[in-house]
């Protein structure tokens, strides 16, 4: 049987318990936008964030098509924390040597993969962005024939996807691309054909998870009242294109984009 590695980077978060952690998350995603094209697989959580890591040898053979990293609360431009050391240097050799799976990561991991590459990692200057963004697809993106929906004949240039975070990535690898924008965060993702697709937001996340995150952290003091506001009303007015995206993780992870 196939296997997905899914490096889980945080534990189970209070105002997310009833959908589980981020691994948890993740499986529940990938199980809904599979089609009858994507293998059956195996899904294999490693708890990076417990220093918990495959050797590099394992990922080469044992059948595994792709890589998942989650999200996280810890900080990707962290160089203190060893594990996150330890995964960067991981990823180093993933993504510059032959013969790996290819990766994909949200929030957290979209970041990871950012500062492996040497990409500058740090705080918005436009502030925390939460609920339901509208994401606008870039014209790279539409032409590498990324998040196109068949029943339309025009490019799909504009998507939602639930947000969660204060730190953005600042630039672009050499060789990969930007994927979307939304107003509070130009760099929303990363691709690179057969080796990476990378999300800011996070697919895994319903609507109702987006929401409960917002209330907490007004609850914490992270976000006003009036962003809590917002927050529920994007959730209110808006769609959630997650799953969809989820369909493009899938497309990777069968080489096919």
Known sequence: MKRIAIFNADEEKEPLRQWGDFADMAITMLEASRDSSAPEVEYKVFQVYKDEFPTLEELKDNGYIGLYITGSDYDAHDLETQWINKLRQFLRVMLHEPGYPPLTGVCFGHQIIATTMGC???????????????LVVTGSAVEAGLFQKPEFDAPTKELYLSELHNDIVHEVPEGYINIASS????????????????????????????IKCGESNYKNGVITSQELAEIKKTGELHGNDG??????IWKLFKREI
């Open 120 to 134: 500058k990692v740090a705080p918005n200057p436009a502030g925390h962005e939460g609920g339901i963004a509208h």
């Open 183 to 210: 107003e509070k965060c130009p760099i929303q993702g990363l691709y690179k054909k057969g080796l990476a697709l990378t999300f800011q937001g996070h697919p895994e996340f319903i609507t109702e998870a987006a």
């Open 243 to 248: 799953v969809f995206f989820a369909e493009y």
